[in-house]
């Protein structure tokens, strides 16, 4: 017989704000409305939140996994990931946090990506014809999303109709695309793509309105990975590039209801410009969201519920019925002080209380 665990007395993040205190029952890997409980936490004076999600990380060990489950961020949406049979590793790992692919991203031939050690030729992509054939290899190796590298240079990056091709080829198998952007010009082909998601936000200028209300019409999504971009202009503000710009983009953003993401870039990757540490610095990127004019509750629910539902996974994100058992139990309000995300009292991935 599977035991039942209930968390007693504490208040549920429900997306919209707190619920009046009640009992929350966890069966094997699931939430489920009631039961007899064999054991028995403590909830009074507490809030239980759904595990949070990092929209955007890049994972390189288990470790990395571990960090992030420490830290109440119970699934991972990787970046780039490769070779396929790390990816398949590491989508099995148990106890720690969850991980999601696009597996190998879509790059130019001049860009800093298509550079790495050990980058695969495959994903260097120059035409359209290219692009179709990029795409079959992704959904042949199960990615989960499709990732491009968006410049605004062609000589360095994709060529407009080429990242169109991906797009659209993406789209006829049913996938997302994400489109990594850090500068305005790059901003300006992934919206002219019709990409779903873009993750960074500009350093080197803040986004012109017109790209904003695009964005706003077709229903593009930021993951603006605030957290990144302030390490990025601390280490190249010689070259013009500015934090600021960043963060006053996603103001702009907000303002214009864009809908928002909770993602920072983490890796452990050396000799990258800047690595966020998996788990601590997606609090520290709620705090950077709120910085920019989100409140706690839109923050919150930008690293739940919005996250959960942009990419499709629909057991997490709230805490329901037959949803996924991924929680993060906090001593303290974060809907009124979102450093007390950090104040973990316990943490459960499927059911199982890692922390």
Excluded: C
């Excluded at 629910?301 to 996974?313: I, P």
Aim: charge should be negative.
């Amino acid at each position: 017989m599977t035991a039942v665990t209930a968390i007693d007395g504490v208040r549920v993040f429900t997306g919209d704000g707190l619920a009046e205190p009640r009992r929350v029952f966890i069966e094997g890997s699931g939430i489920v409305a009631d039961g007899t409980p064999d054991s028995v936490v403590d909830g009074t004076g507490k809030v239980l939140l759904p595990g949070l999600i990092d929209s955007h990380m890049h994972v390189l060990g288990r470790g990395d996994l571990e960090n992030l489950a420490k830290s109440g961020v119970t699934t991972g949406m990787d970046m780039a990931a490769w070779p396929l049979s790390f990816v398949t590793e590491m989508r099995g790992q148990a106890g720690v946090a969850q991980v999601f692919s696009a597996t190998t991203p879509a790059v130019g031939p001049g860009g800093n990506h298509a550079k790495m050690p050990g980058f695969p030729e495959d994903g260097i992509v120059t035409t359209p014809q290219e692009a179709r054939r990029f795409v079959e290899r992704r959904v042949a190796d199960g990615a989960d999303y499709i990732k491009i590298v968006t410049e605004a240079a062609p000589s360095e990056g994709m060529d407009q109709a080429t990242v169109n091709a991906i797009v659209d080829v993406a789209h006829e198998h049913g996938l997302l695309v994400v489109a990594h952007s850090i500068t305005t010009g790059a901003f300006h082909v992934a919206v002219e793509a019709g990409v779903d998601i873009s993750t960074h936000a500009p350093l080197d200028a803040v986004l012109d309105d017109d790209t904003v209300q695009r964005m706003r019409e077709t229903g593009m999504v930021s993951s603006p990975t605030l957290t990144m971009m302030r390490g990025i202009a601390a280490t190249r503000a010689a070259a013009g590039l500015r934090y600021e710009y960043a963060r006053d983009t996603v103001t702009k953003f907000h303002e214009a209801g864009i809908r928002l993401l909770v993602g920072t870039d983490a890796n452990s990757a050396p000799g990258v410009p800047f690595a966020p540490e998996h788990g601590t610095s997606l609090h520290d990127e709620l705090g950077l969201m709120i910085d920019a004019g989100l409140t706690p509750v839109e923050a919150l629910r930008g690293a739940t519920t919005l996250t959960a539902r942009t990419f499709g996974l629909d057991d997490r994100g709230m805490i329901e019925p037959g949803g996924r058992a991924d929680l993060l139990l906090v001593d303290g309000d974060p809907t009124t002080d979102i450093t007390a995300t950090r104040d973990i009292v316990g943490v459960w991935i499927a059911g199982e209380r890692i922390r």
